[in-house]
């Protein structure tokens, strides 16, 4: 099975990479026991939809804020104190250098903690995680974004990573689906989308709602409608798991082999850097090996998800 993401991100981390007190700086990395979260102060909050909110937040070390990178499609850990921490897609920018940023969307303990917090609340934040995309590899190639729903989380750091860098790719297509036009997250981006041309978006609600202008119809349905050619082309793959089994037979219908469809994938974590086991399909550990993946890379693995 060809690796056909970067090696770096791939490597996995030792046990004296989370030993209390080692060395543990590497880049992009926190530095210290990587089970000790670093601390964070809320600086921003955005009600995205009926069920999620966006939350900023700046390190409380400066140092930390300014070293701190990512690569797109990565994840982290966030937690509030006295009741847990789970695991979220990083969200800003990659360039951002003034905050991190987590969309959360309400579903048990940990995200209705996170819910209830307000600007200038403390978090605990352990980040990046997890291997990103491989966009270096990419560059050239048209990258066409499917996500549904809170799948616009996983998606929206790479997606402002090939906006930034724009000329490095042959286009950018986004489909974006909801069920209802108040369910879509980043409306903010999505009026700034509209309005580029070097963007192709295409919305889609579940069902006709009164003054709606774009399309309706599921995800799978609207994309084969669409119609994308799958030559140079990388297609990413994001959101609620029927309408990732629904889209992966469209993509194969379209002509789009396993090795161009990438999808990140949602395994509940807990240690987060390789060692508890918790997170695994087959040998595969989806906190260090993914959560990115091809589908050519998800073949090969046994049917656990
Ligand atoms: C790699 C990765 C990236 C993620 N990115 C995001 C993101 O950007 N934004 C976001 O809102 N959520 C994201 N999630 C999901 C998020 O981690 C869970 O919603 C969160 O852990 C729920 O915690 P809780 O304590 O609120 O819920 P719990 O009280 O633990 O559970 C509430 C209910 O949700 C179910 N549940 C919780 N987490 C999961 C899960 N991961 N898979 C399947 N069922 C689950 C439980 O079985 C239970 O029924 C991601 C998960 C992973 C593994
Ligand atoms: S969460 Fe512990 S090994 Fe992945």
């Given at each position: 099975m060809a690796d056909t993401t970067s090696g770096a991100a791939k490597k996995r981390l030792t046990f004296a990479d989370v030993v209390p007190g080692a060395s543990t700086a590497k880049a992009g990395k926190l530095a210290g026991n990587s089970y000790v979260p670093e601390i964070a102060t809320v600086v921003e909050i955005i009600q995205e939809t009926p069920t999620i909110k966006t939350f900023r937040m700046r390190f409380d070390d400066p140092a930390v804020m300014e070293s701190?990178?990512?690569?797109?499609?990565?994840?982290?850990?966030?937690?509030?104190?006295g009741v847990g921490e789970s695991?979220?897609?990083?969200?800003?920018?990659?360039?951002?250098?003034?905050?991190?940023?987590?969309?959360?969307?309400?579903?048990?303990?940990v995200t209705q903690a996170l819910h209830k917090l307000s600007v200038g609340d403390k978090v605990g934040i352990r980040a990046p995680m997890g291997c990103g995309f491989p966009m270096d590899a990419w560059k050239g190639k048209k990258i066409l974004f499917v996500m549904g729903g809170i799948g616009s989380a996983a998606l929206k750091a790479t997606i402002e990573y090939c906006l930034e860098h724009r000329a490095d790719y042959q286009g950018v297509n986004?489909?974006?689906?909801?069920?209802?036009?108040?369910?879509?997250?980043?409306?903010?981006?999505?009026d700034e989308w509209q309005k580029r041309e070097d963007i192709d978006l295409t919305l889609t609600i579940d069902r006709e709602c009164d003054g709606w202008q774009c399309d309706v119809g599921m995800v799978p349905?609207?994309?084969?409608?669409?119609?994308?050619?799958?030559?140079?082309?990388?297609?990413?793959?994001?959101?609620?798991?029927?309408?990732?089994?629904?889209?992966?037979?469209?993509f194969m219908k379209l002509g789009f082999t396993p090795e161009q469809t990438y999808t990140t994938l949602e395994k509940r974590m807990k240690c987060g850097i390789g060692i508890c086991g918790r997170c695994n399909v087959g040998p595969k550990y989806v906190c260090v090996d993914g959560p990115v993946f091809s589908m050519a890379e998800l073949n090969e693995l046994p049917d656990e998800l």
């Open positions: 701190f990178s990512f690569a797109p499609g990565q994840v982290g850990q966030l937690g509030v104190f695991t979220f897609a990083i969200t800003s920018k990659p360039s951002e250098k003034e905050f991190i940023q987590f969309s959360v969307m309400r579903a048990g303990e986004i489909l974006y689906g909801a069920t209802h036009p108040t369910n879509f997250t980043y409306q903010y981006d999505i349905a609207v994309l084969e409608r669409m119609n994308p050619d799958p030559a140079n082309t990388i297609a990413i793959l994001c959101g609620p798991p029927i309408m990732i089994k629904f889209a992966l037979i469209s």
